[in-house]
C-alpha cells in the first residue's frame, strides 16, 4: 500500500511539474490558436484579439492585446485609437490523474501480500485546472492628438513604448529584434 501512494503521489508530483514546465504564449500571429489576430472591419474600424495558452496570465493577454491594437493602428498610418468595447474571455478546463487502484501480484495500484494475497492499493485522484483567456476589442482609429477627454482612448506610440518591455517574443523573433 505505501508504494502505491508512493507511486500516486510521484505521478502527481511529475504531472504538477510538466504543466509547470509549460511556457507562456509569446507575442506572434496566431498559430495553433494561441497569438493575435486582426480583422479590418471597416476603414478605421478594426478587431483585435489576443489568445493565451494556459501558462499565459490574465493580465500578459490584456497586455498583448493593447500593444497589437497600438501597432496595428500605426501601421495602418494613424496615430491613436479608441476602444469602441473591449472583454477578456476565460476557458476552463480540467485534467483528471488517478492513479492506484485493484490489482494482484505485480498489479498496477495493487500489492501482494504472502498473508492475504492480492491487495487493494489506495488510488489517489486530482483534478488540474486548466484556464486560458482571449481578449477582444474594437478599435477605432485616428490622426492627430489623443482627445485628452475620451478615457477610451489610447496614444498608439505611448502605447508601444510603455508596453515594450513586457513583450515576450518567440525565441527566433527576438533574435531578429
Do not use: H
Request: aromatic fraction near 12%; include cysteine; proline fraction near 6%.
Amino acid at each position: 500500500m505505501r508504494n502505491s501512494v508512493l507511486r500516486s503521489l510521484t505521478l502527481t508530483s511529475l504531472a504538477l511539474a510538466l504543466t509547470a514546465c509549460a511556457t507562456a504564449t509569446p507575442y506572434q500571429p496566431i498559430k495553433n490558436g494561441v497569438g493575435y489576430a486582426e480583422q479590418r472591419l471597416e476603414s478605421n474600424r478594426y478587431k483585435v484579439t489576443f489568445a493565451g495558452n494556459s501558462s499565459t496570465p490574465r493580465q500578459t493577454v490584456e497586455n498583448y492585446l493593447l500593444y497589437r491594437a497600438a501597432e496595428v493602428t500605426l501601421q495602418n498610418g494613424y496615430d491613436y485609437f479608441v476602444q469602441a468595447d473591449a472583454n477578456t474571455d476565460a476557458q476552463t478546463t480540467y485534467s483528471q490523474t488517478f492513479s492506484g487502484g485493484f490489482g494482484g501480484f505485480g498489479g498496477y495500484g495493487g500489492y501482494w501480500s504472502p498473508f492475504y494475497g492480492p491487495g487493494f492499493g489506495l488510488g489517489v485522484s486530482n483534478a488540474i485546472p486548466r484556464t486560458e483567456y482571449e481578449a477582444q476589442a474594437n478599435i477605432l482609429v485616428f490622426k492627430g492628438p489623443k482627445p485628452a477627454d475620451n478615457f477610451k482612448a489610447f496614444d498608439a506610440r505611448e502605447v508601444k513604448a510603455n508596453l515594450e518591455s513586457l513583450i515576450a517574443r518567440p525565441p527566433q523573433q527576438a533574435a531578429r529584434n
